[in-house]
Nanobody, 126 residues
Framework: QVQLVESGGGLVQAGGSLKLSCAAS????????MSWFRQAPGKEREFVAG?????????YADSVKGRFTVSRDNAARDTVHLQMNSLETEDTALYLC??????????????????WGQGTQVTVSS
């Protein structure tokens, strides 16, 4: 069984930065990668970014490209980060990490992922 725990969310002013982390436990050795999604109240869950487990490949949603960076921790290999810069009020959402044995890091549909964390709230004020 795989468990995912997110951290790092909070309240920040527009233009500010936050760094989210997702720590995985359990056997993820056969998982292609890890992805971040977000869900705002009344909206569907949407893909934000994904990274291969080796850390060499990344995929971003157009809305965050150039502002967010997804990476794998060099020391804690089962941890993935999401560095969020130039935050906008539209980025306010619950951020969740997800993985699965058949989920490539660039898959954007939540249905492709088997394991999810509880999420960490990001609120951007104007």
């Amino acid at each position: 069984q795989v468990q995912l725990v997110e951290s790092g969310g909070g309240l920040v002013q527009a233009g500010g930065s936050l760094k989210l982390s997702c720590a995985a436990s359990g056997d993820t050795s056969n998982h292609p990668g890890m992805s971040w999604f977000r869900q705002a109240p009344g909206k569907e869950r949407e893909f934000v970014a994904g990274v291969s487990w080796g850390g060499s490949y990344q995929k971003y949603a157009d809305s965050v490209k150039g502002r967010f960076t997804v990476s794998r921790d060099n020391a804690a290999r089962d941890t993935v980060h999401l560095q969020m810069n130039s935050l906008e009020t539209e980025d306010t959402a619950l951020y969740l990490c997800a993985t699965g044995p058949k989920a490539m890091y660039y898959y954007s549909s939540p249905r492709d992922y088997d394991y999810w964390g509880q999420g960490t709230q990001v609120t951007v004020s104007s």
